[in-house]
């Protein structure tokens, strides 16, 4: 389904030529290893397309100039990429990565921001399988068409996958007054999160407290330079906090195995999991 003017077409026409070219059995197998939907659309200087892939239940590939048109007989999106066409070709060639675009803001995500950071990995496999299928018919390579990137996000920070999620948190909260009403409510405290990564440690601060404006939930820095106080300063490696972000982890055996450090009201620690339960269940699904 090469696209005029999208070079990124032939991207997809990949995942579909792998995805038609494999058995049934073999396609059920590549679909339970992913068990995810994927909306994209992809923006040039003239416009925008759409394409959806089913990774969850049927395993097929639709596109279509609008957004219903694409999804019609898909089911629901698990993540919605926004992304510009050349940036979607250098992220497929290994040039770039999807962590690193949405932190300068060429990507936008929507839905599992998690899912978002295994593109990269998504393409890689599918590369892979069609290097080793017969050759999908030859069709006319489109020209890529950049349009330029949106402004630099101020919560996520480069480098640092854990900020991606505190973004996501921060987008939830901010967007729907009912949900962050009784985030805080129910938690009525003030973190600070200090995260390890490539550049040291960053800090951010959650203000959970009633009464918190929806550009107040989170700010970038520690609470001091906020002029806040924290109830408590959770440090731990970023990996660590994608991995308690995830599920992957607790909290309580991040704490116990020494990954997450508190300092303060130690008991508001076990509050964190809950805000992120949260936000997943308003749609972040981190």
């Known amino acids: 389904m090469p696209i005029e003017g999208f070079a990124s077409s ?15 059995d073999d396609r059920k197998k590549e679909v339970n290893k992913t068990k995810a939907v994927y909306a994209f659309q992809v923006t040039n200087a003239k416009g925008k397309h759409f394409f ?23 089911p629901k999106p698990d993540i ?7 940036t979607f070709v250098r992220i497929s060639e290994g040039k770039t990565t999807a962590a690193g675009e949405f932190m300068s803001g060429k990507v936008k995500i929507k839905g599992n921001m998690m899912l978002g ?12 399988l069609a ?44 967007a729907d007054e009912a949900k962050r009403q009784s985030v805080l409510k129910s938690t009525n405290a003030i973190f600070q999160i200090d995260l390890n990564g490539p550049q040291g440690v960053k800090s951010w601060v959650l203000n959970l407290k009633p009464g918190a404006s929806a550009a107040d939930v989170v700010v970038p820095g520690t609470a001091a330079q906020n002029k806040k106080t924290a109830g408590v300063v ?35 620690a076990l509050k964190l999991e809950s805000v992120l339960k949260a936000a997943k269940s308003a749609g972040a699904k981190l």
């Open 52 to 74: 959806v892939v089913d990774l969850k239940q049927a395993g097929k590939v639709t596109d279509g100039a609008s957004e219903a048109e694409a999804a019609k007989g898909q």
């Open 234 to 268: 959770l440090a731990l490696k970023d990996a660590d906090f994608v991995d308690l972000a995830s599920g992957k982890i607790t909290g309580q055996s991040a704490f116990m195995g020494g990954k997450l450090k508190a300092k303060g009201n130690v008991m508001l």
């Open 80 to 86: 919605t990429i926004t992304i510009d066409d050349g």
């Open 131 to 174: 290097e080793s299928l017969p050759a999908a018919p030859a069709a006319k390579a489109p020209v890529a068409d950049e349009a330029s990137g949106a402004a630099a996000q101020e919560i996520a920070v480069k480098g640092y996958e854990g900020s991606v999620v505190i973004a996501q948190i921060a987008q939830v909260l901010g």
């Open 10 to 24: 032939a991207i997809i026409d990949q995942l579909t030529h792998v995805l038609t070219s494999l058995s049934a």
């Open 117 to 128: 950071m295994k593109l990269e990995p998504l393409l890689k496999r599918f590369k892979k």
